[in-house]
């Protein structure tokens, strides 16, 4: 007869770790002995024992079951279960081979029954010394030791080992780590996962990479999203905290050496209060995106993470962190020029003045062109109107408008500002009306005036001042029939 391996199914295995909590044999759950008591009956259940047959053949039980399964009739066959076992035999027969195997079948009955503690009490049923070298003995152990804990494998520590009498197991077996002796049935444990991670581990460099790695993959982040509560949650504070001072950015660097503390989602603590540092990231930025730094714009510094350094350091103002790297740029140089920069007067003097001094120009020779080639256009046409003399009025009052390379539009249609030309040019040159001549005109900027409104007749001009001057009186004389087609023409 052949004894068939006795397993027992995972719920009724875990009603009978209940009922042996509730066990007087196991009230005092602190000590050792009853802990590992725990741990040899579950062994025993799932088929790891011997039996003691001296002790089996002197427990009344064992051997009344053997009587009352296989008392033999006087022919010797026995009473009942005849179809299910060809096999007999006579109690009075004493053949230990077979005496054995009956014994063993009614001690299997009987823990079928869960009378596992009656017989390991009585020391009938006993479980020999482990034999560690058979990896299905330490694997068993290992997950009779788990059930008995009711512990996650990765919260298993070398106490859980020593406490339930597998001390030789860890010492001598798996060179005192839980790591290693659960990797055995998990292999998808990690060493970082567990409650105590292997000595010396993480010293090395290689180590640590794996673990951010892995870490990086299992939350499917980008590596700059990856902050300390990531670490924490996932078993590795011990990594970031004794190797990398508890900054997720130095854990991330030492795997991607290319990633600056200021991408990451939260940048290193006290990072940006270094002036250094702040220009570091300024000019990281313009060089990624390959900008003018005055084309930079708020959207830059939100879509590279660095609104936290302007919101802190520069109060939400790209030209303040522009210039904290650049001083020699200019506000109205920026692409956006900061919010009501040029309602200061102040202000639109000194970048008037400013764009002057580049240009090296007269000031009378400033164009619209270039207030708009050197990003003054805002400013010109926003405050001024677009035109170039009332900004350079602002700023040299002095100046007339005529004096300007380029007048305005329709300025020389009204009368009065003719006069008010003509007038302010005698009294410039100090000269006697009738000796102005077509030269002067030429000279102080009034050319288009002359030839536009008088036909280049500086007479026509002196006449609509000082119209009691007469033709004959000018320095250069004018013949009558010339003036009559002249004023004809005007």
Not at 223 to 229: E, L, N, S, V
Not at 264 to 271: D, H, I, K, L, R
Request: hydrophobic share 35%; glycine share 4%; proline share 4%.
């Amino acid at each position: 007869m052949v004894q068939k391996q006795f397993r027992i199914n995972p719920e009724r295995l875990k009603y009978l770790r209940n009922k042996f909590r509730k066990t007087d044999v196991l009230i005092d759950r602190n000590t050792r002995e009853i802990i590992g008591k725990r741990l040899d009956f579950l062994m025993i259940l799932n088929g790891h024992y011997k039996i003691n047959f001296e002790k089996a053949k002197e427990n009344r039980t064992i051997m009344a079951e053997v009587k009352n399964r296989f008392l033999a009739r006087e022919d010797g066959e026995p009473v009942s279960d005849r179809a299910r076992d060809d096999s007999y035999l006579s109690y009075e027969y004493e053949d230990n081979a077979k005496l054995g195997i009956l014994i063993k079948d009614a001690i299997l009955q009987m823990l079928r029954n869960y009378r596992v503690k009656e017989l390991f009490d009585e020391g009938t049923i006993y479980v020999p010394r482990y034999s560690w070298k058979k990896p299905e003995v330490k694997r068993k152990a290992v997950k009779i030791l788990l059930r008995v804990l009711e512990k996650d494998p990765r919260d298993i520590t070398t106490n859980d080992f020593k406490d339930n009498r597998l001390r030789g197991l860890s010492a001598h077996h798996c060179n005192d780590s839980p790591y290693l002796a659960v990797k055995e049935i998990y292999p998808e444990i990690k060493e970082w996962e567990m409650k105590t991670t292997p000595k010396s581990f993480f010293d090395t460099k290689e180590n640590r990479i794996t673990a951010t790695g892995w870490l990086i993959e299992k939350l499917n982040k980008n590596p700059r999203d990856i902050t300390q509560k990531d670490f924490i949650d996932n078993r590795l504070s011990g990594l970031l905290y004794h190797h990398y001072k508890g900054s997720p950015y130095l854990a991330i660097r030492d795997a991607y050496p290319d990633i600056k503390e200021w991408e990451m989602v939260f940048s290193p603590n006290f990072f940006y209060k270094k002036k250094e540092n702040r220009i570091t990231a300024i000019r990281w930025l313009i060089e990624k995106l390959n900008k003018d730094p005055r084309d930079i714009i708020l959207k830059d510094f939100i879509d590279n993470r660095l609104s936290g350094l302007l919101t802190e350091y520069y109060g939400n103002s790209q030209y303040l962190a522009i210039r904290e790297a650049h001083p020699e740029i200019k506000e109205w140089e920026m692409k956006i020029t900061p919010r009501s920069f040029f309602d200061r007067k102040k202000n639109r003097i000194t970048a008037t003045k400013w764009l002057i001094e580049k240009l090296n120009k007269d000031p009378r020779d400033i164009t619209a062109n270039d207030f708009r080639d050197n990003r003054l256009s805002g400013l010109l046409f926003h405050h001024y109107k677009g035109s170039p003399y009332l900004v350079i009025r602002e700023v040299h009052p002095e100046i007339k408008e005529w004096e300007m390379q380029i007048t305005s539009n329709s300025f020389y249609d009204k009368k009065e500002n003719r006069i008010n030309a003509i007038k302010w040019l005698i009294k410039k040159l100090n000269k006697n009306p009738r000796d102005i001549t077509l030269k002067d005109f030429k000279d102080n900027r009034l050319g288009g005036l002359l030839s536009k409104h008088y036909k280049d007749s500086p007479y026509l001009a002196i006449r609509e001042a000082y119209p009691k001057i007469k033709p004959e009186e000018m320095r250069t004389w004018v013949k009558k029939t010339t003036i009559e087609k002249l004023q004809t023409t005007v």
